[in-house]
């Protein structure tokens, strides 16, 4: 069966610094791997995607994840944090075979001046 | 705004009652997905259509739940004698995907916000 898990509930940085929001998989296929994010009163949009293609995957407004097999880890990073980052950050694994697709329980970013 | 679309925003009602939500996806695309996202959680996947076949249903949907999809295009979802436990953002997202694959983008709407007194 398959399982995401985010690591933090809450993740809190000063603007200009890295950010680093963990994740972690459990799959017995090889994963599609996407982080999602969700600001207040939006809907929920795209960040990057991993399909078994190169294990660094670039997204939008500068958020990169890398895929490491060994680790079973898909964690989502940017080098600078801007202010308009924060919102919430899901995970989400897509199912190979039966399996359903699965969000983790979100990770929300906090943004300090 | 060519996006997916969800009416009502925000449903107030009574226990017992019931409750229908529209989602109109994006005009191309052929499949269309319901989820459930309750406070401090990831969303739920409820079920999906591809055109207007209902392809799979999560054991979350209960008998009380049912979506259609009658023409392909927008769908409605449909709770009947609502209870509090049903309070939730019921999202709807759609995408084009060929085949049985799910690793195509899924396009949010904002949600549906119930509550339920």
């Known amino acids: 069966a398959q399982s995401v898990t985010q690591l933090d509930s809450h993740v809190s940085v000063s603007e200009g610094t890295p950010v680093l929001l963990r994740c972690n998989y459990s799959s017995s296929y090889s994963p599609s791997l996407f982080w999602y994010v969700q600001h207040p009163n939006k809907g929920l949009q795209l960040l990057l995607k991993?399909?078994?293609?190169?294990?660094l995957v670039k997204g939008i407004n500068g958020f990169e994840a890398e895929f490491k097999k060994s680790e079973t880890s898909f964690h989502l990073t940017k080098p600078s944090a801007h202010m308009s980052d924060a919102a919430e950050y899901f995970c989400?694994?897509?199912?190979?075979?039966?399996?359903?697709?699965?969000f983790g329980k979100g990770t929300r970013l906090h943004i300090l001046p | 705004d060519t996006g997916v679309s969800q009416n009502p925003r925000h449903k107030i009602t009574k226990r017992g009652q019931n409750v229908t939500f529209r989602c109109d996806p994006i005009?191309?695309?052929?499949?269309l997905y319901w989820y459930r996202q309750t406070l401090g959680q990831g969303p739920e996947f409820l079920t999906y259509?591809?055109?207007?076949?209902?392809?799979?249903k999560s054991r979350l949907l209960s008998d009380r739940f049912s979506a259609e999809r009658p023409k392909g295009s927008f769908s409605t979802l449909e709770i009947q004698r609502t209870e509090q436990g049903d309070s939730a953002m019921y999202l709807c997202?759609?995408?084009?995907?060929?085949?049985?694959?799910?690793?195509?983008?899924?396009?949010f709407g904002p949600g549906t916000r119930l509550t339920v007194l």
């Open positions: 259509f591809q055109n207007e076949a209902q392809l799979e």
């Open positions: 997202a759609s995408s084009f995907t060929l085949g049985q694959g799910w690793s195509n983008e899924q396009f």
């Open positions: 989400v694994v897509f199912p190979s075979g039966d399996d359903k697709i699965i």
């Open positions: 005009s191309e695309h052929n499949r």
């Open positions: 991993y399909t078994s293609a190169a294990t």
